[in-house]
């Protein structure tokens, strides 16, 4: 199976935060997935930990919603409002995984905090599909995050890949029936 690449200074077990969730789940392909992460105005719509999505230069994109390499886009998670920048972005592809990552950053000074949060869509044999999210995290609110009980990380990222799975089947059982 497919990794993650890892950016320097963003390597887990070198970070300040990191974490990993992951599904694996039958009835669904990347392709019918990656719309759904790659066009982040649809996210609040699932993953309500997730608002105020703004793809910067809105108005000179011709290419539509979904993300690119090197989109500027800003949204609020977990309490931070946070500046991001696509740094990866492979749509799916027969045999190979899709991809999407960005760098995000919140704050200034000591409450800075800078993030890399990367994805993985990957078909897999005999109909399942694999999605997997890590973020690594460095800066003060990373060290605190890194700390609490229940982890909000953990907890917020299943939440997030939960409602991506179920935002997908819903036009998928509609193209089937």
């Not at 719309?35 to 997730?50: D, G, I, K, Q, V």
């Not at 108005?59 to 991001?84: I, N, Y």
């Not at 905090?113 to 995290?137: N, P, Y």
Request: glycine share 8%.
């Amino acid at each position: 199976m497919s990794d993650i690449l890892w950016p320097v200074g963003y390597v887990p077990g070198f970070t300040d935060n990191f974490c990993s969730n992951e599904v694996i789940v039958t009835g669904l392909t990347a392709t019918e997935v990656w719309p759904f992460l790659a066009e982040p105005e649809r996210w609040p719509s699932y993953y309500p930990n997730s608002s105020d999505v703004t793809l910067h230069d809105r108005a000179d994109r011709t290419r539509g919603p979904a993300l690119e390499q090197g989109d500027r886009f800003f949204f609020k998670t977990f309490g931070f409002p946070v500046e991001s920048q696509v740094i990866e972005c492979v749509p799916p592809i027969d045999g190979q995984a899709a991809r999407i990552a960005w760098h995000g950053w919140s704050g200034e000074g000591d409450d800075r905090l800078d993030v890399h949060h990367a994805w993985l869509i990957e078909d897999l044999s005999a109909g399942r599909l694999r999605i997997l999210t890590q973020e690594t995290q460095n800066g003060k609110p990373a060290k605190e995050l890194a700390l609490a009980r229940p982890n909000p990380m953990i907890n917020g990222h299943q939440d997030w890949l939960e409602g991506l799975v179920a935002a997908a089947r819903e036009p998928a059982r509609a193209a089937k029936a």
